[in-house]
Each structure stands twice: as structure tokens, then as C-alpha cells.
């Protein structure tokens, strides 16, 4: 392992992981500065959102996912801004939809921008240098290099539980 740079941590040839403060949310993406633990960088920085937490290959789309014993069909919409919650909706045991209300556990915070505050919002892990990259685009769209490791195991929480 060298480091990079900017003090990220170059793990394999092309590899590069870094730590970031989350300055703002989008549906797919975290904008972010750089963090070396005492001091946040002066640029933005694009970080994908890990996968199962991004609004665009699940808003709409019925997917399935296992809950309790059986496997059902879950449509995820109305995701809330920065996609940081979303209902997610299933056919109950009457035939009713059933309808719960997610957000993401732990919750993000946003950095509040300033320099010499003691508080920095919620810091990542990412990593740059995946094959395929990451999926996401910025709403420029262009596309986004680096992706949050989920080192923090966060995920949409209230799961069905089946009923």
C-alpha cells in the first residue's frame, strides 16, 4: 500500500481509497470534500452512493427480495429528496398493498461548511479505480469515479416483516 497525493491510500495498481466529509446529498451520488482526519479539502468531490442506496436503478422497479421466509415482489418510489428515504410497497396477506416508509439508518449528516468548526458531518470511505466504474452519473452527467465503500454498513431501514 503508497499513498496517494492528497494522504488517500493507494490498496492495489489503480486502487485508490479515501476518506471524505459529506457536504451535500443527491438521489445517486454524496458531494463531498476530501478529509484527512483534522482538516476538509477546498474541492467538491462526486461519490456514488453504494448501490442498493442510489434512487435511479430502483425508483419505480419491482424487484425481489427475501422477507422473513418468502421471497416477495417490492416496488420502491416516491423517494424523498437526496433519496434519503423512499416508500417501498408489497401485497399484504389480504391482497392489500402494504406500504412502509424507509430512510437510510444511520443517517447522513451534511458538513455545515465551516472550516474551523469542530463539527464535520459524516465521514467515508470511497474508493476509485473499480472495474466497470460505478453506474452513477451527476446530474451534469457525467460520470462519477468514485463510490462510498459502506464502511459504515449504513442501508434503508424498516424493512417488511413480512405481514
Known amino acids: 500500500m503508497t499513498l496517494a497525493p492528497n494522504g488517500a491510500a493507494r490498496i492495489r ?64 418510489q416516491n423517494y424523498g429528496p437526496g433519496g434519503v428515504t423512499r416508500e417501498a410497497v408489497t401485497i399484504g396477506a389480504n391482497n392489500e398493498p402494504v406500504t412502509t416508509t424507509q430512510a437510510i439508518t444511520p443517517a447522513f449528516v451534511k458538513w455545515n461548511g465551516e472550516p474551523e468548526s469542530e463539527f464535520r458531518g459524516s465521514v467515508i470511505w470511497a474508493e476509485q479505480g473499480i472495474a466497470r466504474g460505478t453506474l452513477a452519473t451527476s446530474l451534469a452527467g457525467d460520470a462519477i469515479t468514485w463510490i462510498d465503500t459502506n464502511r459504515a454498513g449504513r442501508g434503508f431501514g424498516n424493512e417488511f416483516t413480512g405481514t
Request: hydrophobic content about 35%; overall charge negative.
Open 13 to 76: 495498481p489503480g486502487v485508490i481509497v479515501a476518506m471524505f466529509v459529506v457536504r451535500d446529498i443527491e438521489d445517486d451520488y454524496w458531494i463531498c470534500r476530501t478529509y484527512d482526519g483534522s482538516s476538509v479539502g477546498e474541492n467538491d468531490v462526486n461519490v456514488a452512493k453504494d448501490f442498493e442506496m442510489q434512487r435511479t436503478p430502483h425508483d419505480g422497479r419491482t424487484e425481489q427480495r427475501i422477507i422473513g421466509a418468502d421471497v416477495k415482489d417490492v416496488t420502491y
